[in-house]
C-alpha cells in the first residue's frame, strides 16, 4: 500500500472510513473493526498497539454506556429505573456506534502511517496551498515536538531537575524550565524553518516541484479493482440488499445471495491493503531466496 499512488491510498481509504461512519450495520462494522485491526497491528506493531487499545476500549465502552441512558427510543425495554428507561435498541445502537468509533480510529491510524506529510502535499499542494502546507507540517512537528520533549526531560532528569524530583515548588519550578526549553526550541525551529521556505523559493510565481510518484498500469489496475469493490457494496447499499433499523424495532434484511456477495467484497475491500502487502512480502522474500 506504501508503493501505490497517493491519490488511489487517498482514495482508499476515504471510501472505507465513509462507509464505515454512513452504514452502521453490524456485519459491515465487524468486518471494517477486525480489518483494521489487523491492518495496524501489521503496521505498527502490536506494542505501539497497546497506547491506542489504552484509550480506545474505554472511549468503546463509554459510547456504549451512555447511549441507552440518554436514548430512550426502542419498543423492548430490558431495565426501568424510575422514569429511565433502557432498551434493547439503544443498548444496540450504542454498541454500534462504539464498534464504529473504533474503526474509524484504527483505519486512521493506518491512514495516518501510509499517507504522509510528503504525499498529502502532492495531492493538495496546487489545489490548497495553504491548508496542505499546514497540514502537512503540523503532521511532522507533532512527532518532533514529542521527540524534542522526551530529549528535554531526560536532560533535566539527569541532572536532577525532573518533574519528579523534590518538593511541589521545585517540581514547578523544573515544569517551567522544560517548557521554557520548549517553547524556545519551538521557536528556533520555527524561524530556521521559514529561512528554509523561503531559500527554496516558496510562494514564487513558476516555482516548479520535484516528485516521485507516477501511475503506472499497475496502479490503474489495483484502483480499478478497488474502486469495483466499493461501487459494488455502495449499490448494495442503495438498493437495500443490506439493511438495518434500529428503532423502533431492530430488523434486518433476511439472508440472501446478493447479500453476501455485498459482505464478501467488503471483506475484500478492508483486506485490500493487508493482502496485497502480504503478497509484496511474499514476493520480495521469494526473490530474496534465489539469489
Not at 464498534?99 to 510528503?118: P, R
Not at 512537528?141 to 533535566?156: N, V
Request: charged share 15%.
Amino acid at each position: 500500500m506504501r508503493n501505490l499512488h497517493p491519490a488511489i491510498s487517498f482514495s482508499y481509504f476515504a471510501f472505507v472510513i465513509l462507509i464505515t461512519v454512513v452504514f452502521m450495520h453490524p456485519v459491515t462494522l465487524c468486518i471494517s473493526l477486525i480489518s483494521a485491526l489487523l491492518y495496524a497491528i501489521y503496521l505498527n506493531g502490536i506494542k505501539s498497539l497497546r497506547l491506542t487499545l489504552l484509550v480506545l476500549v474505554p472511549m468503546m465502552l463509554l459510547a456504549a454506556i451512555i447511549n441507552p441512558l440518554f436514548n430512550h427510543l426502542g419498543n423492548t425495554v430490558l431495565i426501568t429505573v424510575g422514569s429511565l428507561q433502557i432498551t434493547l435498541e439503544s443498548t444496540l445502537y450504542g454498541l454500534s456506534t462504539a464498534g464504529m468509533l473504533a474503526a474509524v480510529i484504527l483505519w486512521f491510524s493506518c491512514y495516518n502511517k501510509i499517507m504522509t506529510s510528503d504525499k498529502f502535499t502532492y495531492l493538495f499542494g496546487k489545489i490548497i496551498p495553504s491548508v496542505s502546507l499546514i497540514i502537512s507540517m503540523t503532521l511532522r512537528f507533532i512527532p518532533r515536538y514529542l521527540s524534542q520533549m522526551k530529549k528535554i526531560t531526560y536532560a533535566q532528569q539527569a541532572i536532577g531537575r525532573d518533574l519528579n524530583s523534590g518538593h511541589l515548588i521545585d517540581r514547578i519550578r523544573s515544569g517551567g524550565d522544560i517548557l521554557s526549553i520548549m517553547v524556545t526550541w519551538a521557536l528556533e525551529n520555527g524561524v530556521d524553518t521559514a529561512d528554509s521556505m523561503r531559500s527554496r523559493g516558496y510562494g514564487l510565481k513558476g516555482r516548479s516541484s520535484y516528485s516521485l510518484y507516477k501511475l503506472d498500469s499497475r496502479d490503474k489496475l489495483l484502483a480499478a479493482f478497488s474502486l469495483y469493490l466499493a461501487i459494488m457494496v455502495i449499490v448494495g447499499i442503495a438498493l437495500r440488499l443490506i439493511s438495518i433499523s434500529y428503532f423502533p424495532w431492530i430488523t434486518l434484511n433476511p439472508f440472501s445471495i446478493p447479500a453476501l456477495l455485498i459482505y464478501l467484497a467488503f471483506l475484500l475491500l478492508c483486506l485490500f491493503p493487508l493482502l496485497l502487502d502480504g503478497f509484496e512480502e511474499l514476493k520480495w522474500r521469494s526473490s530474496r531466496s534465489r539469489i
